[in-house]
């Protein structure tokens, strides 16, 4: 959940980049920068640590992304390393992507499965999503092994488990409460 500060600066970060008709592509983008801090959470550290120069972080920041990405997203990051916020651009990617998908009328669906979903799965797992939201759907399949079989689906801030593991543990519950 991102905190009011995140929100803030997603929300301005949103609005200039809606106003040049550029909120899906930096969206994207953002969230892509979001996961390159994730895969190396060691640069976000050094952009973090205090005893290193500013000048220095803004300088890595620029080295790094400076013809990758918008100038805006760059300036964006920038600005966070400046203010000591770059420690929350996870929470504003998402804050920002929330935005996002409540002004187009997208919502964003998790589907949990032992095995990754076909095309056809998917595409029939989003239309029948579409039909219960009424929203455009854009559906992630993540692979956990755990779950056996069956799907555990995520939407929004609800969780349908239909997974053989949820199924089993009921049936141990049931089972426990009859022998008790």
């Not at 953002?30 to 120069?53: C, H, R």
């Not at 929330?98 to 990754?116: H, I, K, N, Q, S």
């Amino acid at each position: 959940m991102a905190t009011v500060v995140s929100e803030r600066y997603a929300l301005s970060l949103y609005e200039v980049a809606k106003e040049e008709n550029l909120a899906a592509p930096m969206c994207e983008a953002l969230g892509e920068v979001s996961a390159l801090f994730a895969e190396y959470p060691d640069y976000l550290k050094v952009l973090t640590t205090p005893s290193i120069g500013m000048e220095e972080k803004k300088q890595t920041i620029r080295t790094v992304f400076e013809n990758q990405l918008h100038p805006y997203l760059l300036n964006f990051l920038l600005l966070l390393t400046e203010k000591r916020r770059i420690g929350l651009i996870h929470e504003m990617a998402a804050a920002y992507q929330d935005l996002y998908y409540l002004d187009e009328g997208m919502c964003g669906v998790t589907a949990v499965t032992a095995v990754a979903l076909t095309e056809d799965q998917m595409e029939k797992l989003k239309n029948k999503m579409a039909q219960v939201t009424g929203k455009k759907i854009v559906l992630k399949n993540k692979v956990d092994p755990h779950v056996i079989g069956g799907v555990l689906v995520r939407i929004e801030n609800k969780q349908i488990d239909d997974t053989v593991k949820s199924r089993l543990a009921g049936i141990a519950a049931s089972l426990g409460q009859i022998i008790a």
